[in-house]
């Protein structure tokens, strides 16, 4: 397992981008697929979008051509760039290993709102 921290969350406008980090610990990251998740109000946790060791790149049918996700190995980071945001992506943001799973860290919030 890995700890995980993310940051780069915030307030803005509809139509706005945010870009979204998410930092691991330990020197086996390079080794893990990666997800990003995120859950609204009231629902449940959903998967936005997956990298793996290879860099190949899986999205959610919601947010397919504006979110862009990416890993830097030597930062022990991935990010989730996120562009054309609507009010439907408020939600706290959450990244993590993939298969096996790490304990989820603390999230970010995203609000998009005038």
């Known amino acids: 397992q890995v700890q995980l921290v993310e940051s780069g969350g915030g307030l803005v406008q509809p139509g706005g981008s945010l870009r979204l980090s998410c930092a691991a610990s330990?020197?086996?990251?390079?080794?893990?697929?990666m997800a990003w998740y995120r859950q609204a109000p009231g629902k449940q946790r959903d998967l936005v979008a997956t990298?793996?060791?290879?860099?190949?790149?899986n999205y959610a049918d919601s947010v397919k051509g504006r979110f862009t996700i990416s890993r830097d190995n030597a930062k022990n980071t991935v990010y989730l760039q996120m562009n054309s945001l609507k009010p439907e992506d408020t939600a706290v943001y959450y990244c993590?290993?993939?298969?096996?799973?790490?304990?989820w860290g603390q999230g970010t919030q995203v609000t998009v709102s005038s």
């Open positions: 990298i793996n060791i290879s860099h190949s790149t």
């Open positions: 993590n290993t993939v298969s096996p799973a790490s304990s």
């Open positions: 330990g020197s086996l990251f390079r080794l893990y697929a």
